[in-house]
């Protein structure tokens, strides 16, 4: 047992002699590794480049500068887009917002009950429907929603909500018009 306490260290001298020499040989490898992947990057690169030159139409990479091209011809100041805005014209509100008028947001909101087993003191059926909710929410011109709650009960149908927000009133004012609940707690 003592030879072998006495011969492990050796060992690990011997091993932390040869390292530095076999570190230096995985090194080499690895640049030599590294030159061979870059050289058949680099041929890709230029097939597909070729490729791309010889479709009709194709564009040769152009090396893109980091400030951008200069024009070719001095624009004196003031006269930049004289001559009316290019490209597409800004829609004023919203182009979905107009397509909502006849497709109005709609949700559907159920409350059902459900008993399991037998009850012979207060019977109660299987399943029930207890209450259900539908919304229709719209956006009815690019200044004004509209919003309509409608529940169906026991005691039939009934508007819990309806009502038209104006959105866009001058000196920034919100108006909304109609049947609400009142605002209880923090949202």
Do not use: C, W
Not at 100 to 112: E, L, R, S, W, Y
Not at 161 to 187: C, D, I, N, Q, S
């Amino acid at each position: 047992m003592a030879a072998s306490v006495f011969v492990a260290p050796s060992m690990a001298a011997a091993q932390a002699q040869d390292s530095p020499q076999a570190l230096r040989a995985e090194i080499d490898q690895i640049k030599k590794d590294f030159e061979t992947l870059k050289q058949q990057y680099g041929d890709r690169l230029a097939a597909l480049e070729a490729k791309l030159n010889a479709i009709p139409g194709g564009q040769a990479a152009t090396p893109a500068t980091p400030g951008g091209t200069a024009p070719a011809v001095q624009v004196p100041p003031g006269a930049a887009g004289a001559g009316g805005p290019s490209g597409a014209l800004p829609v004023y509100g919203s182009a979905v917002a107009g397509s909502k008028v006849f497709n109005p947001d709609i949700a559907v909101i159920g409350d059902f009950l459900g008993a399991g087993g037998r009850n012979t003191v207060a019977p109660s059926p299987a399943l029930e429907m207890h209450e259900s909710e539908a919304a229709f929410q719209a956006v009815v011109d690019p200044y004004a929603r509209a919003d309509f709650f409608i529940s169906f009960g026991e005691e039939g149908v009934n508007l819990e909500e309806g009502f038209l927000t104006f959105t866009e009133l001058p000196g920034g004012l919100l108006t909304k018009v109609g049947k609400m609940r009142a605002a209880f707690g923090k949202v």
